[in-house]
């Protein structure tokens, strides 16, 4: 099959390549995903599970990427609930090869059924994003009717999910994100929004939940927005600073089938947006890991070229995202 794959570690970016890799091999409890889409994190290039397997062994080359939609090609010894052409997608595992690949093996219990109203483009810009907003906001964060939650990176995967959930919960919602990201935000739900480059971060008053995906200054920034009793929640890095009277705690997105099932529920019915910023194929994704963000969203890779007929959004989504750039 063809697959993007490592090279050296210090080369990063510059050191993939699509080549040709094996076949995956389906475990125990495993599902053979033929992939249609799939989504990555620029930045995962610098996790140590992109390296090493659990047990800290060496496995470059390795076949980066996390997120996938696509359809069940086979299935693992012991596989249950899952049938042979089943629409699935969902979330990898850190530390096996990924989803930037014709075919990828992944945990049966990792993956949710996908209506056949929710595109490839969008499902794949949902497993990490999507998680990640939901268990920052009310697994972490405790979210609740009427409290006020600060969003850092509107325009971004996260962040613009991130905005959606939190407004459908009643919250009162302040994003944060450069000017071109002002217009998405305020679509999105966003009751108030600041240009990091030209506002202050004061101006966003006390609240009660702080949802940082950057980190740095601004993360550090943040814990003086939070009221006492509140909670800054960050993915970025560990918090060096607390909130006076509240709390702050880091945490890495972790696979939940049941949500990934509820958040496509969301999509089908139009309560929920994933962003796809730019799509790009698969012969195309070694680029797609340094080109410049042009548009609000996730960047997503095509890795088949689906039939018109049956993923008619498709066209549609790529088009909304170039508008919103």
């Given at each position: 099959m063809r697959a993007v794959r490592t090279g050296e570690r210090a080369a990063g970016a510059a050191g993939l390549v699509v080549t040709d890799a094996p076949y995956p091999h389906a475990s125990e409890n495993d599902v053979i995903v033929r992939v249609h889409a799939a989504g990555f994190t620029p930045g995962e290039l610098g996790w140590p599970g992109t390296w090493t397997d659990r047990a800290g062994r060496d496995r470059a080359p390795s076949i980066p990427g996390h997120e996938?939609?696509?359809?069940?090609?086979?299935?693992?010894?012991?596989?249950?609930?899952?049938?042979?052409?089943?629409?699935?997608?969902?979330?990898?595992?850190?530390?096996?090869?990924?989803?930037?690949?014709?075919?990828?093996?992944?945990?049966?219990?990792?993956?949710?059924?996908?209506?056949?109203?929710?595109?490839?483009?969008?499902?794949?810009?949902?497993?990490?994003?999507?998680?990640t907003a939901w268990q920052g906001l009310f697994d972490h964060g405790r979210l609740a009717v009427g409290q006020r939650v600060l969003i850092h990176g509107a325009g971004g995967g996260v962040g613009s999910l991130a905005i959606q959930l939190a407004h459908q919960a009643g919250a009162y919602v302040i994003a944060t994100g450069r000017a071109r990201d002002r217009a998405i935000a305020t679509e999105l739900g966003a009751h108030a929004f600041l240009d990091l480059d030209a506002d202050r971060l004061a101006d966003a008053g006390q609240v009660d939940l702080v949802l940082d995906v950057i980190g740095g200054e601004v993360l550090a920034a943040s814990a003086a927005q939070v009221r006492p009793g509140g909670t800054l929640v960050t993915i970025a890095a560990p918090p060096t600073v607390s909130p006076a009277g509240g709390r702050a705690l880091f945490f890495i997105v972790e696979p939940d089938r049941h949500r990934l099932a509820d958040l496509a529920h969301r999509v089908h019915e139009g309560r929920l947006r994933p962003l796809v910023s730019t799509v790009h194929p698969l012969a195309d994704a070694p680029h797609a890991f340094t080109a410049p963000r042009t548009a609000p969203g996730k960047p997503i890779i095509q890795v088949i070229e689906t039939e018109p007929e049956t993923e008619p959004e498709l066209e549609s989504e790529a088009a909304a995202g170039a508008a919103g750039a």
């Open positions: 996938v939609s696509g359809v069940v090609a086979e299935l693992g010894y012991g596989t249950t609930g899952l049938t042979v052409g089943q629409r699935v997608f969902g979330l990898t595992d850190w530390t096996r090869d990924g989803t930037l690949a014709e075919y990828v093996a992944v945990e049966a219990r990792n993956l949710a059924p996908l209506p056949a109203t929710v595109s490839h483009l969008s499902a794949a810009a949902l497993p990490i994003s999507g998680l």
